[in-house]
């Protein structure tokens, strides 16, 4: 093998485990939605976001806040609806949500089976069977979701919602607003409306 394969194939290794690790790096959501039955999203038009969103708890408006109500205007906006005019009612109110919970989480019980064969003076043939009788790997990790519910003003009824469920890891706590952007896009990758 020549001095240049081996600086190759040692690049290509290091670029494939770079991917690998990225990939495993990254955080990964599980994208949820719902629509009202016999609701026509594309018969509304305007739009604006509730004055006290469920992710204002304290009173004044969050950075979650405002990044989640820039991120969903993007994607209001390249499905065809625009904001109300200052006065005017919307047609739909938008509230936002965000909720953490711990689980616990860990390997259950091992269980194992295996068959042989063996000869000899005497062959024969066997199999075995295993339970190991406790828990590998208990970890406590916390679970974020965020919900996004589109409310119909006139009737004050959902009318579509969409919730993403993921691990809050470090990443998306140094970085809360990619974390937020990127949980919109995908939320709004399910809504029926499709982008322009």
């Given at each position: 093998m020549t001095t240049r394969n081996a600086r190759s194939i040692t690049r290509l290794a290091t670029l494939i485990g770079l991917a690998l690790l990225l990939a495993a790096c990254a955080t990964r959501y599980d994208i949820r939605s719902q629509a009202a039955a016999n609701a026509n999203l594309a018969?509304?038009?305007?739009?604006?976001?509730?004055?006290?969103?469920g992710t204002d708890k304290d009173g004044y408006k969050t950075l979650a806040t405002q990044t989640l109500e820039r991120a969903v205007n993007r994607e209001m906006?390249?499905?065809?609806?625009?904001?109300?005019?200052?006065?005017?009612?919307?047609d739909l109110v938008i509230?936002?949500?965000?909720?953490?919970?711990?689980?616990v989480e860990g390997d259950g019980p091992g269980v194992g089976y295996g068959w042989g064969v063996g000869y000899g003076r005497h062959?024969?043939?066997?199999c075995g069977f295993g339970l190991d009788d406790y828990y590998n790997n208990i970890q406590t990790v916390t679970e974020g979701s965020l919900i996004i519910d589109l409310v119909d003003r006139v009737r004050?009824?959902?009318v579509w919602s969409g919730m993403a469920v993921?691990?809050?890891?470090k990443s998306?706590?140094?970085?809360?607003?990619?974390?937020?952007?990127?949980?919109?896009?995908?939320?709004?990758?399910?809504y029926p409306v499709k982008a322009r």
């Open positions: 018969s509304y038009h305007t739009y604006a976001f509730m004055a006290k969103p906006y390249a499905r065809g609806y625009t904001p109300a005019a200052a006065g005017s009612e919307p509230n936002f949500n965000i909720k953490e919970k711990d689980k062959w024969g043939y066997g004050n009824e959902v993921g691990q809050v890891t998306s706590l140094e970085h809360p607003d990619e974390t937020l952007d990127r949980s919109v896009a995908e939320i709004f990758a399910r």
